[in-house]
């Protein structure tokens, strides 16, 4: 059987996948903190999807990354779990940086 991370390395050699990888970097970042707020909130996706007077499919697609998500979403997210949004942007990274 093939282990995972070994094609994990092999893949991250070929520039196509990296540059894939990367442009989905932002979305991955967006579901993921949806899922840390909902986490943190004690909430399964069915009651964050009841105090934001949506369904539980709309929260499962918001949270693998279908989906992106508006300003006014996030904000009734943010809402819903009892948190605070907050958008910054950050400098890029020199190409081949840390």
Known sequence: ???VRELFKEWRKDPEYVREYEALAEEF????????ARAHAGLTQEELAQRMETTQSVIARLEGGRTRPSTRTLERIARATGTRLKISFEANRPAGGP
């Open 1 to 3: 059987m093939t282990d």
């Open 29 to 36: 970042a967006i579901a993921g903190a949806i899922i840390a």
